[in-house]
């Protein structure tokens, strides 16, 4: 097996040294040194399966029961509930929140648990997946409703959407079902708990909606769809604060922890582009650099002259010691522009980057060019394919205007319109509304869509306290 030098502590930025400041190193053993693929998730899997079962529900036995922890490890700066299904606001009693339910974020149906045990109180359940606090959290009863027992995915007609679940139709392996799609800022969080999962519980037997991403086996326990899924959210959506103070308090209960997010990295030694390289906390560059990118191409489709469109590619390291440069070719109108032109190495081996590509034509038809990556390090260059078309502008394009996409709840109300005089109808998280008032509005994701006799949008808009 090749060795892979990854600082993966000291190499990372200062900012993210302090976050894992509370993450105790001596939790992991210098075992997993040398390690990848299905070793290193075996080894993973039996540091992970050992730990403390924590009531189930909202009424202490032994000291301590579900919402016990989630007010510790799911509460928000201003002593809320910190809900991933929601803009609701809920506040922490006694026992459970009200309108409140505890969720299996991975639901309980795919390994089979049922209420088994009604004589011992707090422990129903037989599976210690059950009552695992690295996946459960406290969720929004509707939601948590809506959501029953689908597979994540990215939904493309939904049935439902409050702003920040969404669940409808989609595509899962191959075929239309239905899918639950959560907000892009907790996409990173939930590829990071079932990844947890499926390395905590490997051993299981999977059962109902499971197989739409789980694999009956040690490794990958994943099937080509999950691991795609979960590998692409993860990157998007890298770990932030609250997952960080998530997993210690957890930890601090149930006695063991999350290493997707303690050591992001991990999950390309076990399922993504280091699988082959031995993980090391710290060791010698010996294998050959390289870097790897998403996609080796991007198609803008069609948009409107005058018009712009972003896309993002993420860019991984492997073993690179020199910065890595970007440049755009065979682009004499300079349609096509990108964020920054330089990336340090330490970033890309450690986290990987997304690059922000900017579409921007001036003329209509057909537009193509390449991007370049290139570094000392590299013995050839990595080209990604970029192309679109360019629409007159003759034809009209609805777009909102005047609406930002965050609003402190002191501003000021904005009318809500569109780029053109039409007949519209205007819905603010499905109700029906004239003006966008942050005054009226709860902190977090709220959806303001429009519908005309010919088509419909929405927009995202964020609520800051």
Known sequence: MKRRYVMIITALCAACFSLMADMPRDYYPNTLEGKSGAELKTELYNLLKNHTRIAYGSRNYDGACTWTVFKQSDVRPNGKVWDMYSNNTYSFSSGAAKGMNIEHSVPKS????????????????????????????????????????????????????????????????????????????????????????????????????????????????????????????????????????????????????????DYPNLVEYIWGDSIGYEFSFSGGQTSTPAITVSSNRIDFGYIADGTSKHAEVYLKGRNLTSPVTAQILNDDRGEFTIASTSFAADALNTTGINLTVTFSPQTTGAHNAT?????????????????????????????????????????????????????????????????????????????????????RGKMRVQIVE
Not at 404 to 412: A, N, V
Request: charged share 15%.
């Open 110 to 261: 795919w390994w089979g648990d049922s209420n088994y045990d009604d004589t011992t109180p707090g422990y129903p359940y037989q599976y210690d997946a059950s009552y695992d606090l690295h996946h459960l959290t406290p969720a929004d009863a509707s939601a948590n409703m809506a959501k029953s027992n689908y597979a994540l995915g990215e939904v493309i007609t939904p049935s439902f959407d409050n702003g920040v679940s969404k669940i409808g139709t989609g595509y899962a392996n191959g075929k239309a079902t239905n899918l639950f799609e959560p907000a892009d800022e907790y996409k990173g969080d939930f590829a990071r708990m079932y990844l947890y999962f499926v390395t905590c519980y490997q051993n299981y037997t999977w059962q109902s909606l499971a197989n739409t991403m789980f694999a009956q086996n040690a490794y990958p326990t994943l099937n080509a769809y999950g691991q795609t899924l979960l590998l692409k959210w993860h990157r998007q959506d890298p770990v932030s604060q609250k997952e960080i103070d998530r997993n210690n308090a957890v930890y601090s209960f149930q006695g063991n922890r999350n290493p997707y997010i």
């Open 371 to 455: 991007l370049r990556l290139t570094s000392d390090d590299l013995e050839s260059a990595t080209d990604i394919a970029l192309s679109g078309s360019v629409l007159s502008s003759q034809i009209t394009y609805l777009e909102i205007v005047g609406l930002k996409s965050s609003y402190k709840k002191s501003d000021s109300p904005v009318t809500l319109q569109l780029n053109t005089d039409v007949a519209v109808e205007w819905t603010i998280d499905g109700q029906k509304a004239t003006q966008f008032n942050p005054a009226n509005l709860t902190p977090g994701l709220h959806t303001v869509q429009f519908s005309t006799s010919a088509s």
